[in-house]
């Protein structure tokens, strides 16, 4: 039942969300290369627009969904892969402009913890604001060497089929962040499960050990 109600409805991004999605995939990919996926994912009415700066649901799952799959097709699964990880990389710096006053994590206060404590506060804060702020279902779940991220509804990867975990954009956010969190270290950040391969939940496994 559950399962019918998740593929019968659309979910969204706030706009503000789908902007950042939408203008890391233009910094990477250049404008020709945003245009080219645009296209290939059949979604010519996104070509040269972007959504508004506001909190309102207008950015589609099936949107996020069909730009990665074409963003793969376009670059070929491992050039692909590493666009993806790049534009996450990307969307967590517009995201830390958009966003750190609700997150908290500039504040002097949160500088000042200790390492661990600023992964854990900083990771807990990235899941409240896609929990409240998006129709993504995540959870954060503490394991002995770091965290384990959960999506159970994901957008990266929504409607999707894939062999092996696809959601490279989410990937790279987490590394981004690791590394912004942490002061430029940098930590081992890897997809384990994924929904476009059958499983229950987009899983990531994030170190908290930084690479030495
Ligand atoms: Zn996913």
């Not at 491992?78 to 996450?88: I, K, M, P, Q, V």
């Not at 990235?126 to 993504?136: E, F, G, I, V």
């Not at 059958?198 to 170190?207: D, K, M, R, V």
Request: charged share 20%; proline share 5%.
């Amino acid at each position: 039942m559950e399962e019918e109600t998740q593929e019968t409805r659309e979910f969204y991004l706030p706009n503000k969300m789908g902007r950042i999605f939408i203008l890391s995939h233009e910094e990477i990919l250049g404008k020709t290369g945003m245009n080219a996926v645009l296209k290939i994912a059949d979604l010519p009415g996104w070509i040269g627009q972007l959504p508004a700066n506001n909190f309102e649901p207008g950015f589609s799952f099936t949107t996020c969904g069909k730009i990665e799959a074409a963003l793969e097709k376009m670059y070929g699964p491992a050039a692909g892969r590493g666009l993806a990880l790049r534009t996450g990389h990307a969307a967590f710096k517009y995201g830390l402009r958009e966003f750190s006053s609700l997150l908290g994590i500039t504040e002097l206060s949160f500088r000042l913890l200790p390492l661990s404590m600023k992964i854990q506060n900083g990771l807990k804060a990235l899941n409240t604001l896609y929990n409240q702020y998006s129709d993504q279902i995540v959870r954060l779940e503490k394991e002995n060497d770091g965290f384990l991220w959960h999506i159970d509804r994901c957008p990266y990867c929504w409607g999707r089929d894939s062999d092996s975990p696809c959601c490279h954009h989410a990937v790279g956010i987490f590394q981004e962040a690791m590394h912004w969190i942490s002061g430029g270290k940098y930590f081992h950040v890897e997809e384990s499960s994924c929904k476009a391969a059958g499983e229950p939940s987009c899983t990531i496994h994030i170190s908290s050990k930084p690479v030495e």
